[in-house]
C-alpha cells in the first residue's frame, strides 16, 4: 500500500510546486508589464554635467543618461545630486 501511495504523493507534491510557481510567474509577470509602461524614454543629459556625488566618501558618478529619476545609494546613503559649470578650456 506505501509503495503505491508515495509515488502519488509524489505527484501531488509536483502539481503543487507547478500551480504555485506557475502563480509565482504570472504574478512577477504582471509586476514587469506595469513597470514597462511607465517607463519613459531616457534623456540624454551629458552636456548638462549633472554628477551623483557620494557624501560619506567622495565617489562621483556622471549621468549622461537619466531614465526614470531615481537617486542611488552609495555607502548605505543617497548620494547627492550636483550640477556643475563646465570647466571652460584655458585659452593662451
Ligand atoms: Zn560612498
Redesign the pocket.
Known amino acids: 500500500m506505501l509503495a503505491i501511495a508515495t509515488p502519488v504523493l509524489w505527484l501531488v507534491a509536483v502539481l503543487l510546486f507547478l500551480a504555485i510557481a506557475g502563480i509565482g510567474m504570472m504574478f512577477m509577470r504582471g509586476i514587469a508589464s506595469v513597470r514597462s509602461t511607465e517607463r519613459i524614454e531616457p534623456e540624454d543629459v551629458a552636456d548638462l554635467d549633472v554628477f551623483f556625488v ?1 557624501r ?2 567622495g ?1 562621483e558618478f556622471q549621468v549622461t543618461k537619466l531614465g526614470e529619476v531615481q537617486v542611488p545609494r ?2 548605505g546613503e543617497p548620494m547627492l545630486v550636483v550640477r556643475r559649470p563646465r570647466h571652460q578650456p584655458i585659452e593662451n
Open positions: 557620494c560619506e566618501c565617489t552609495h555607502c
